[in-house]
């Protein structure tokens, strides 16, 4: 059973670590944005404006690529999860 859940566990963290790097890009362009809004000069608001919308969207997309990623590398070991699990079901079985 510790098994299963360490290859669940390795399964997730490629998805976890591009999910973070995202996110992470994504609130520092949403901050230079406000920044950018934020200034007294006219000449940044739009472009802060352009900029922090480009943020909120790449944050948006971290969930999202997270899921995706999770899913495929769940995909890969699926074989090796389902032969655990009938070795687990064999082992039970005979007790």
């Known amino acids: 059973m510790a098994m299963l859940r360490k290859l669940d566990k390795q ?3 490629p998805g976890l670590a591009i999910s973070l ?3 992470a890009a994504g609130t520092a362009l949403l901050g230079i944005g406000l920044s950018g809004i ?5 000449k940044y ?3 802060g404006i352009i ?3 480009i943020g ?3 944050v948006g997309c971290a969930y999202p690529l997270y899921s995706a990623i999770t899913r495929k590398q769940r ?3 699926a074989s090796k999860v389902l032969r655990l699990a009938d070795e687990l079901d064999q082992h039970n079985g005979k007790s």
């Open 75 to 77: 995909q890969k070991i």
């Open 51 to 53: 900029v922090g919308s």
């Open 21 to 23: 790097f995202t996110g």
């Open 56 to 58: 909120l969207a790449i």
């Open 45 to 47: 608001f739009i472009p």
């Open 38 to 42: 934020l200034i007294a000069d006219e």
């Open 11 to 13: 399964a997730e963290i």
